[in-house]
């Protein structure tokens, strides 16, 4: 048996897949995503020809072979880049048992039966190397049954991985220890699924669907019984346990059909047959019409059919209906309508929305308040069962089905007295230990200790535990024990983020950059030159940011106030051409939604650390303007740079041209750097939570290594006139091919005269430009599009509808 302290050591770096399935696929792009080289296993086809024949192989490895295939056309994309698959390499479960001996990470993704499971295990546990980590990616079986197929020397290296789907966007992984599984094996796991993976790991006790599918799935069911038993539709269900409460847009039944339906039949089965002793056992009995639509093939989005079935009409145009709950038949979705709850939409905060909720009278507050009691309830009810401390359940919640605060967070929020005295008055009392808890005189679940420890509130013995602090998380929190928040406005803030790096935060709606980030940004780098050593641009919303705020712009053009968008360029080029010329590194921290400005601002770090999940692009285009805070001015510089000292300038713009004039969006960081959004040195952080901290490192890591801020750029090569005429010709011919409009026509010769060096203006084409001069061009484009009736309307289109009018 090998020693705890060899997996505290080693670091994970091949991994084999057991199972090509949707999910086992998925599994394995995600490990490829990570850097690791993957063998993906599925069994040989029954017409497969025998070992040695010509070709067999390749035959015989067919069902993994068609899987690699099939990654790219998947969707959600499975992988951030397409080069990415190449790290995975296809065999069966015959032939390729041999190379299991050099894996360090061995996860099974069969069939969820235990018996299928099983003899899997007996198949492959000779092959195993002396330190193979072997786990089962099982959504509830209990490890320990799985345990006992194996051989004693294996159990130890033995543990439940349980992904969520899908697996690169789902942030959850749940990590089970079976009887024997070592400690240093759960801690080897888990740092390899955090700081490799990305991922959030919660340890959930070895109970049937362990911690979220198991408060989930009984939101579910109980869900379905409550608008049965109030005759309430799938509609009105949906209204009021989606983002009303603080749960995604998918709310219950949209839900319920990306799961499954048959899945979600057979994780109740799973707490019926391995929980008897459940609280509320009965909740998992499915209702009557669960079963009437699994038994009539109503599964789901897999079926195309469940609570919502997708049409289309006479005219070609997709529409979703929705089921009747008392026939079964499909209908035209109703809107529905809840007068007592439109006034709660316009609260942004969640629990001041629900405190509101609590008191509202009518059918749908009613639903949504019976739904979240009994959510809340049940959680309390096995918290005890399937975690260690409630915080486990809390992030389960919010990582593995989207939920915004987790039950406990909710509680607290509302507060924990209040909710116990109305469940009580309802007949739904809260469990005891959460009434005793009460009666201890306590009004919370998490807390901080007389030394400033975070605690929760400990689910056996008396008491609080120390919350354990998860590592490498940098949190923007006004607080006696984290950042300082040193200078705030409407828009952004400035924060002391400890060992001398200063934080410049956006946190306007959707992040959206106006006068006030602009400000701040400012004061950023003046605080900066002061009294400190870097600066990190990052935040922790939604979106990084989603670029300029156009409503204001807008505004501004509509009332004519020239100069006030001439400002307001100005300010926007200051700032990011600041982050270019100050004296301390700025290391930009992108993720989720960065457009337009946000791409721009990042576009000026001296160097970037983006979350994996990054959907930047200079998309002004289609509000019908160009990017005009330096984006267009760095495109052109990233690709003359990419051209060599004897690059053509020509090529240079018009490989920028079609990146700005096509608005292309990354659909992750690595394309991103492929479409040259990044450049190759950026790092990317797979883990969103670690993105902050490892930006902040990155930051001290360059002032410490005496960092010099880069001399301006006066003599920069551009092509003049024959830049204008290749991009003038390609656009006539777009025009002519109806592929852009007139309008598009004029936007595109705009930014054909900035990547031209100002050609066509007066005097000699221009050989050479200075930084400024671009930022002068853009500057000049900008202010004339704004003054076009036709990008006004793309603008106000785009603020309407929330998409680009190409008009």
């Known amino acids: 048996m090998n020693s705890p302290s060899e997996y505290a050591t080693r670091s994970l770096r091949k991994a084999a897949v057991l199972g090509a399935g949707v999910m086992g696929r998925a599994i394995a792009a995600h490990l490829a995503n990570a850097g690791m080289e993957v063998l993906l296993l599925d069994i040989v086809p029954k017409d497969a020809p025998s070992p040695g024949a010509a070709g067999a192989h390749e035959a015989r490895s067919r069902?993994?072979?068609?899987?690699?295939?099939?990654?790219?056309?998947?969707?959600?994309?499975?992988?951030?880049?397409?080069?990415?698959?190449?790290?995975?390499?296809?065999?069966?479960?015959?032939?390729?048992?041999?190379?299991?001996?050099?894996?360090?990470?061995?996860?099974?993704?069969?069939?969820?039966?235990?018996?299928?499971?099983?003899?899997?295990?007996?198949?492959?546990?000779?092959?195993?190397?002396?330190?193979?980590?072997?786990?089962?990616?099982?959504?509830?079986?209990?490890?320990?049954?799985?345990?006992?197929?194996?051989?004693?020397?294996?159990?130890?290296?033995?543990?439940?991985?349980?992904?969520?789907?899908?697996?690169?966007?789902?942030?959850?992984?749940?990590?089970?220890?079976?009887?024997?599984?070592?400690?240093?094996?759960?801690?080897?796991?888990?740092?390899?699924?955090?700081?490799?993976?990305?991922?959030?790991?919660?340890?959930?006790?070895?109970?049937?669907?362990?911690?979220?599918?198991?408060?989930?799935?009984?939101?579910?069911?109980?869900?379905?019984?409550?608008?049965?038993?109030?005759?309430?539709?799938?509609?009105?269900?949906?209204?009021?346990?989606?983002?009303?409460?603080?749960?995604?847009?998918?709310?219950?039944?949209?839900?319920?059909?990306?799961?499954?339906?048959?899945?979600?039949?057979?994780?109740?089965?799973?707490?019926?047959n391995g929980a008897a002793d459940d609280p509320e056992i009965d909740a998992f009995t499915p209702h009557p019409i669960l079963t009437k639509m699994v038994e009539a093939g109503m599964?789901?989005?897999?079926?195309?059919?469940?609570?919502?079935?997708?049409?289309?009409?006479?005219?070609?145009?997709?529409?979703?209906?929705?089921?009747?709950?008392?026939?079964?038949?499909?209908?035209?979705?109703?809107?529905?309508?809840?007068?007592?709850?439109?006034?709660?939409?316009?609260?942004?905060?969640?629990i001041p929305r629900l405190r509101a909720l609590m008191k509202s009278k009518g059918r749908g507050a009613e639903l949504a308040w019976a739904i979240l009691r009994d959510s809340l309830r049940y959680a309390a009810s096995v918290a005890d069962e399937i975690a260690d401390d409630i915080a486990a359940i809390d992030r389960a919640m919010c990582w593995g089905f989207g939920w915004k605060m987790g039950p406990f967070e909710v509680w607290q929020g509302l507060g924990i007295a209040r909710v116990c005295e109305r469940m009580e008055k309802e007949g739904h009392p809260a469990p005891a230990w959460v009434l005793e808890h009460v009666k201890n005189g306590a009004d919370a679940f998490y807390l901080r200790d007389e030394e400033g420890t975070a605690c929760t509130l400990a689910l056996s013995g008396d008491g609080r535990a120390r919350l354990v602090a998860r590592p490498g998380i940098l949190q923007l929190v006004a607080d006696d024990h984290g950042p300082r928040e040193l200078a705030r406005n409407a828009g952004a803030s400035v924060w002391d983020l400890g060992d001398n790096v200063l934080g410049l935060e956006f946190h306007s709606k959707m992040n959206s950059l106006g006068g006030d980030s602009f400000a701040m940004g400012q004061k950023a780098m003046q605080l900066a030159e002061e009294s400190f050593d870097a600066i990190v641009v990052g935040n922790q919303g939604e979106h990084f940011s989603a670029g300029a705020n156009v409503a204001l712009l807008l505004f501004a053009a509509l009332e004519g106030e020239w100069e006030d968008i001439d400002l307001m360029v100005r300010s926007f080029q200051r700032m990011t051409m600041g982050f270019r010329q100050c004296s301390k590194p700025v290391v930009v921290a992108p993720f989720s939604l960065t457009?337009?400005?946000?791409?721009?601002?990042?576009?000026?770090?001296?160097?970037?650390?983006?979350?994996?999940?990054?959907?930047?692009?200079?998309?002004?285009?289609?509000?019908?303007?160009?990017?005009?805070?330096?984006?267009?001015?760095?495109?052109?510089?990233?690709?003359?740079?990419?051209?060599?000292?004897?690059?053509?300038?020509?090529?240079?713009?018009?490989?920028?041209?079609?990146?700005?004039?096509?608005?292309?969006?990354?659909?992750?960081?690595?394309?991103?750097?492929?479409?040259?959004?990044?450049?190759?040195?950026?790092?990317?952080?797979?883990?969103?939570?670690?993105?902050?901290?490892?930006?902040?490192?990155?930051?001290?890591?360059?002032?410490?290594?005496?960092?010099?801020?880069?001399?301006?750029?006066n003599e920069i090569p551009v092509g003049g006139d024959d830049t204008y005429a290749l991009l003038e010709v390609g656009l006539y011919n777009f025009l002519q091919a109806g592929q852009i409009s007139e309008h598009d026509r004029l936007i595109g010769l705009k930014i054909a005269q900035i990547l031209s060096g100002g050609a066509h203006r007066s005097g000699p084409s221009p050989k050479t430009v200075s930084e400024q001069d671009l930022l002068d061009l853009e500057r000049e484009a900008f202010l004339s599009l704004c003054g076009q009736r036709k990008s006004l309307e793309r603008i106000q289109h785009m603020l309407k509808r929330g998409k680009p009018l190409r008009n």
């Not at 942030?171 to 993976?197: F, N, R, Y």
């Not at 950026?682 to 001290?700: G, H, P, V």
């Open 63 to 272: 069902l993994a072979i068609d899987a690699l295939k099939a990654l790219p056309k998947d969707r959600p994309a499975p992988l951030f880049s397409a080069e990415i698959a190449s790290r995975i390499h296809p065999g069966n479960l015959e032939d390729d048992l041999s190379q299991l001996s050099a894996m360090d990470w061995v996860v099974e993704v069969v069939i969820e039966r235990a018996d299928i499971k099983g003899q899997l295990f007996e198949r492959i546990a000779a092959h195993l190397g002396p330190k193979t980590i072997l786990s089962s990616n099982t959504s509830g079986i209990p490890i320990a049954e799985l345990s006992k197929t194996l051989p004693a020397e294996l159990r130890p290296r033995f543990l439940g991985t349980h992904f969520f789907n899908p697996p690169r966007y789902m942030h959850l992984l749940e990590l089970i220890a079976g009887p024997e599984t070592l400690p240093a094996v759960m801690a080897q796991m888990k740092e390899t699924a955090e700081g490799s993976l990305g991922k959030g790991v919660v340890v959930a006790n070895d109970r049937p669907n362990f911690i979220a599918n198991r408060i989930g799935a009984h939101g579910m069911l109980r869900t379905v019984q409550l608008a049965m038993d109030g005759e309430y539709s799938v509609e009105d269900v949906e209204a009021v346990t989606g983002p009303l409460v603080g749960r995604p847009k998918s709310a219950t039944f949209r839900t319920a059909d990306l799961v499954g339906l048959d899945v979600l039949l057979h994780v109740a089965a799973n707490v019926r």
């Open 595 to 713: 457009l337009g400005g946000g791409a721009e601002v990042t576009l000026h770090g001296d160097e970037v650390c983006a979350s994996a999940e990054l959907y930047m692009g200079l998309v002004e285009v289609g509000v019908g303007l160009i990017p005009a805070g330096g984006g267009t001015k760095e495109m052109y510089l990233r690709m003359l740079d990419a051209e060599g000292p004897e690059g053509d300038p020509r090529n240079a713009a018009k490989r920028a041209f079609e990146l700005i004039g096509m608005g292309k969006v990354s659909t992750s960081a690595q394309e991103a750097k492929n479409l040259g959004l990044l450049r190759p040195s950026d790092a990317i952080q797979l883990n969103a939570d670690r993105l902050l901290s490892s930006a902040k490192a990155r930051a001290l890591a360059l002032a410490r290594s005496g960092y010099r801020a880069p001399a301006p750029r």
């Open 299 to 350: 599964l789901g989005s897999k079926t195309d059919q469940g609570f919502f079935k997708k049409r289309k009409t006479e005219d070609g145009k997709s529409v979703i209906d929705t089921i009747d709950l008392k026939t079964l038949e499909y209908r035209e979705t109703i809107r529905p309508r809840f007068p007592e709850l439109e006034p709660l939409k316009q609260t942004e905060e969640l």
